[in-house]
């Protein structure tokens, strides 16, 4: 871990009265069994993906050899039964009150709600209704996710988020979904637009697999545009719901202070993390703030900090969270961490990271920023998309075969932290 964390005295820091403390996850990862978009580009695409990994992952992935035999394997990239969220959340919601967290970020799956076009599944609404009376009754509080990448087959059809049409089909279902789920006080309309549009329109990687600038730019308009509609929408319904959109965000640290390192570190920020936060920002009641990424930014190319590395390779740089936090001040808008943690199956950096990682934002708090929670990815082991199941992020391991789950020594670490409220 980074050593510049500052010295932690047990107790010593104490987070604001009321601190939401939680898990998320997303409803494609977790629940088993959806049929979207996603579920039919893995069976597409599976048997691709699998004779690639090699090639992707053998020169540089820390944990290859323990996970190359599932990398390899094309059933690792369908999501199929996941991990039976959506019929064993009661015995998740469980393991939630168990770790003493109160509050929860889940997602609502657009394809169960309207597998037709303009056809509602009123089964699936009151099981998603009874999910949230049962989050309630237990004193945990819902943060709902209403798109958090996945498309009914019959708006990917017609050219999902390139269409303009969908704006419209979405600004229906959100509004279907407020009005049937009228106890949800905090709604997320999007999550990580910027990071689908350019997998998705940029890098070709993930469905429909276009790469066009053109596409990008467009899509990325047209999110917005649907952040907005959405936003009305809520408000509509729920003048009170407080309505916030999801945001990855990454720390581009300007090694030794260069004057050319901090221009283009700049420049980075603004485009990835700022852009599209500008042109919504008169539209949100909160930012929710994904951290998981830092990149350092040298273009002498003669340093670079060490972090540990998770098994997905990804560098484990706490500290990056505090500046994009402190980047966020500028809003004057309550922040949630949305979204933080690393694939970690060993359960080796997992409870320090989380202790590093709230160290910082703490700091950030002390310094004036208006964080109101902290939920860790994910509260399960889970499908990572394009990845597939070998990556465990969860605070609670499931066993794929059995759908066992068992809660982790960093998960309890957390939990002791989240009950008292302090690190």
Known sequence: MSTTTRPLVPGELKFPRGFLWGASTSAHQIEGNNHNDWSEWELENAERLAQAAPRKYAHWLPAWERIKSQATNPQNYISGKAAEHYTRYETDFDLIEELGLNTYRLSLEWSRIEPQKGEFDHEAIAHYREMIASLQKRGIQPFVTLWHWTLPTWVSDIGGWQNMETVKYFSRYVYKMVSELPEVSNWVTL?????????????????????????????????????????????????????????????????????????????????????????????????????????????????????????????????????????????????????????????????????????????????????????????????????????????????????????????????????????
């Open 191 to 423: 999550n990580e637009a910027e990071i689908y549009t350019r997998q998705a329109y940029l890098e070709g990687d993930w469905p429909p697999q276009k790469r066009t600038y053109i596409h990008y730019w467009m899509i990325n308009n047209n999110l917005m545009a649907a952040h907005k509609e959405a936003y009305k929408h809520v408000k509509m319904v729920n003048p009170e719901a407080q309505v916030g959109i999801v945001q990855n965000n990454t720390y581009f640290e300007p090694i030794r202070n260069r004057w050319f390192n901090r221009l283009l570190a700049s420049f980075l920020s603004w485009w990835h993390n700022r852009f599209l936060l500008n042109t919504i920002q008169d539209h949100l009641d909160f930012i929710g703030v994904n951290y998981y990424f830092h990149n350092t930014v040298n273009l002498a190319k003669d340093f670079k900090p060490h972090c540990d590395r998770s098994d997905m390779g990804w560098d484990l740089c706490t500290y990056g969270i505090y500046y994009v936090l402190k980047e966020l001040q500028r809003y004057g808008k309550p922040v949630y961490v949305t979204e933080n943690g690393l694939a970690d199956a060993g359960d080796v950096y997992r409870a320090g990271f989380i202790k590093e990682t709230l160290n910082y934002v703490h700091q950030a708090i002390a310094e004036g920023v208006d964080v109101r929670g902290y939920f860790h990815w994910s509260l399960l082991d889970n499908f990572e998309w394009d990845k597939g199941f070998w990556p465990r992020f969860g605070l609670v391991a499931v066993d794929y075969a059995t759908q066992e789950r068992t809660i982790r020594p960093s998960a309890k670490i957390y939990a002791k932290i989240a009950k008292s409220n302090s690190l």
